[in-house]
């Protein structure tokens, strides 16, 4: 298929908070390739002229998917906006975003706001006129429910991170005098995100990822995964809505009693599937999709080229590996090492897994070299050895990016089961089965190795969960915002300097600089200088 996003206003400039745009999209007849966002431009059709038939609303639809793969948000920078975290560091002094030294003029935080708001306008396009065609009514459903969860996602990443924004519902008439609009409460942002997710979850029942065959498209499942952890946010801070704990299991429970979806039961094999362009419709309830080695197209990733296991042979697949792995994540697997020179054997396969210790060496022919320091190790969860489509680029990656597992389901049933009830049967079933799969053990059954320890207390089951998260989700972005909701990105990103400080190699002073940096102004981004040269009813977040 091909689609391109096209400027509305003549002189776009990056600056209009609506990111004013309107696209054409031509699309070739779809076959049965997995990638179905494959996209070439061909010509302009302004708005007004388009939406004439069935084709045209897929089309644009296909618009309000694309901003998600592109280098602003999964492509690139939301990736690395989320690296700093105690799971993990930064490896280099830039850039400086990284490390919470940065303005609001940050080129990668106005990018990330604007390709959200490029998606909110292609999905308002789009609903606006979702009943202008004659077309079958199923195809119409199908449509508008992917339309109105794909706007309530992109306003979940705005709310959640820059909290209070403008709610723009309607497509913005070019010329119009309306680019001043003032934020609106983050309450009411997510409960227009509710709104949407919910009308999609009626429209999208017949839609699954069993009878679609892979996981780009929103399903069912991937909104009710979706709703629940929007629910979960809106328990935590800032909104404290400690009843959403309750709306989140509802749920939860839906994805788990449709079935469709089950624990991988190889760790390893999950990122290797995404890496080798291949499905797991058990597991993967939701991936953004990355496609081909063109320098050119906006549908490549870069999962595996900033972030896995140091490389410069090309074949094998260059990777820069810029994050490291923290002291505080490594030994959380249950390593009971006294220096990061004798790290232990780890009966958690996820550790060796997600910590490598190895690097291709530094030659353009990858000989592969051990390392015994953990703080050299690279983020090994995107592994580029396993790529399949040749010859690899230099710069892109194909490999797919989770956005939502089946086990962030489980874990999010164990910790709103928690909350609600304190550490029940459930909850320690849902984690358990989490665990028993990353130590390589039959899920349903229990293990006195991997399981959780019995008898906990309502705070320290939490704290269990609060951990085993990052083991199992260490560089797939929802760390800094779980440490957000939960009140500890500062605390938990400050304390990793004192193991870095002893602990880190010579040469590498770069660890410890988001533990400095970090400070409670970055539980929100800043709002983009730009946007409000151009929205004068535009507020600054506070501390920027």
């Not at 031509?26 to 494959?38: D, M, N, P």
């Not at 302004?46 to 901003?67: I, M």
């Not at 339309?147 to 008439?173: H, K, T």
């Not at 870095?500 to 800043?526: E, H, R």
Request: aromatic content about 12%; hydrophobic content about 40%; proline content about 4%.
């Amino acid at each position: 298929m091909y689609l391109i996003l096209i400027e509305k206003e003549k002189h776009f400039r990056m600056k209009n908070l609506f990111g004013i745009i309107f696209l054409l999209i031509i699309v070739g007849s779809q076959t049965a390739c997995k990638k179905f966002l494959e996209t070439t431009p061909t010509a302009f059709i302004a708005p007004q002229n388009y939406y004439n038939n069935a084709t045209d609303l897929q089309n644009g639809l296909n618009s309000v998917y694309t901003g998600l793969s592109s280098s602003a948000i999964y492509g690139t920078n939301w990736l690395r906006l989320n690296w700093s975290t105690d799971e993990m560091c930064n490896r280099n002094s830039t850039p400086n975003y990284l490390n919470y030294f940065y303005t609001s003029s940050e080129p990668a935080i106005y990018s990330f706001w604007q390709t959200a708001y490029q998606g909110i306008s292609n999905a308002n396009y789009l609903i606006a006129n979702i009943n202008k065609p004659v077309m079958d009514e199923n195809a119409r459903s199908l449509i508008l429910g992917q339309a109105l969860f794909l706007r309530g996602y992109y306003y979940f990443l705005l709310v959640s991170n820059f909290g209070d924004v403008p709610l723009i519902l309607n497509p913005v008439v070019d010329g119009s005098n309306n680019l001043n609009v003032s934020k609106s409460p983050k309450a009411l942002v997510y409960e227009q995100i509710l709104a949407d997710m919910k009308m999609a979850d009626d429209l999208l029942q017949n839609q699954t990822v069993k009878s679609l065959g892979y996981s780009g498209k929103i399903t069912k499942t991937a909104v009710e995964g979706i709703l629940a952890r929007v629910c979960m946010y809106m328990a935590g801070h800032p909104i404290m809505d400690v009843s959403k704990y309750n709306d989140a299991l509802f749920y939860i429970n839906k994805v788990i009693a449709d079935g469709e979806h089950s624990l991988n039961p190889r760790y390893s094999q999950i990122f290797i599937n995404y890496a080798a362009d291949k499905y797991d419709t058990n597991e993967s309830i939701w991936e953004i999709e990355f496609t081909g080695t063109s320098y050119l197209t906006s549908q490549e990733g870069q999962i595996g080229v900033f972030y896995g296991i140091a490389c410069n042979d090309i074949n094998i697949g260059l990777c820069y590996s810029q994050a490291v792995p923290s002291g505080k994540l490594f030994r959380s697997y249950g390593v009971d090492a006294t220096s990061v020179l004798t790290p232990k054997a780890c009966l958690d396969t996820r550790r060796d897994w997600n910590c490598a210790n190895y690097s291709w060496g530094t030659g353009t022919t990858g000989v592969k070299t051990t390392l015994t320091n953990y703080f050299q190790y690279g983020m090994g969860k995107f592994r580029r050895e396993y790529e399949v489509i040749m010859p690899k680029n230099k710069n892109y990656s194909p490999a797919n990016f989770p956005v939502l597992r089946y086990a962030d389901i489980l874990l999010m049933q164990a910790e709103a089961e928690n909350e609600l009830n304190g550490p029940t049967a459930i909850a320690y079933n849902a984690i358990n089965q989490v665990r028993r799969r990353g130590f390589g053990f039959p899920l349903n059954t229990a293990n006195v190795i991997s399981d959780v320890p019995v008898g906990l207390s309502k705070v320290d089951f939490r704290s269990f969960i609060q951990d085993e998260r990052a083991r199992e989700f260490c560089g797939e972005t929802l760390r800094r915002l779980d440490l957000i909701r939960w009140g500890l990105l500062i605390n938990n990103v400050q304390g990793l300097l004192p193991d870095i400080s002893v602990n880190y190699p010579s040469g590498v002073t770069s660890l410890g600089l988001a533990s400095k940096y970090v400070s409670q102004k970055d539980t929100l981004f800043p709002i983009p200088s730009t946007e409000m040269s151009v929205n004068k009813l535009l507020v600054q977040n506070g501390g920027w």
